[in-house]
């Protein structure tokens, strides 16, 4: 496993979290994350497995259009915030070259995630609060956050110490659900965004340069949750030809997720 003494204000600990004072120590203080606990930890790795049953092409939508936006990451230091047992973060250290650390407030998360990626050398996970990131300024090169934003009291917080980790050699990627509901559909959701609301929030720190990516087309969201024959069949088919219908960005009126992707220029 690879390690930068430069990189970190101080000596990450794997047995607790990094904290300044009178910050949270970890965002399950806000909301008690309790996925792992009904799930198992893991499930993430589930999702983007090759199961007909256990599969979730929704998922692999969301990631595949973060990797998209740090294809050219080439050398480059990657962030995964919130990144719960490590599947985005070792799909991200795919790319050649590029160093990659995982960071989640989750001890049982991160240590699920290390063994799982044991001898994968370019990667790295830290139990850290996305409120107090154990990095230096200006030391990540892109920053990535997949639904995480909306489980979070204080947003703010995160985007500040976003702001202060990135460089600005290359982007902040932020995905979180479209606000469809008068209350968060999920309840472990504190809020969900409309677009506007999303981008205007993101411009409190990084100004006018922010992109919004709608994708997966809600038509597809509420077929695949209706039943789980269907919800297979969606699976079957991508396993067949790659089909994945969350992955349209055009055509429709409504959809479920959008993704913020922030230039470099953004950095002041």
Known sequence: ????????????????????????????EEIKFDKYEKRRVGYHWEQISKSVTKMNIFVKARYGLVLNQVKLSVGKRILDIGCGDGALTYLLSQQKKAYVIGVDPSIEAINFAKKKT????????????????PFVDDSIDYVV?????????????????????????????????IRLTEQPLDRLHVHELFESDFKELLGKFFGANIRIIASHPLVFT??????????YSFNLLNLIS???????????????????????SAKK
């Open 145 to 177: 956050s997949s639904d995480v934003i909306e489980h979070l009291q204080q947003p703010e917080k995160m985007l500040l110490e976003i702001k202060r980790a990135f460089n600005g050699n290359g982007k902040v990627v932020i995905t979180t659900p």
């Open 118 to 133: 044991r001898g994968t050398k370019n990667i790295e996970f830290v139990i850290a609060s996305a409120y107090n990131l």
């Open 222 to 231: 509420e077929l695949q949750n209706r039943h789980y024959i269907i919800r």
């Open 1 to 28: 496993m690879w390690h930068n003494p430069f990189l970190f204000e101080k000596q990450v600990s794997s047995a607790a979290p990094i904290a300044k004072k009178g910050a949270p120590k970890t965002l399950n």
């Open 242 to 264: 790659r089909f994945n219908p969350f992955k349209n960005t055009r055509g429709w009126r409504y959809y479920a997720i959008q993704t913020a992707v922030i230039e470099s």
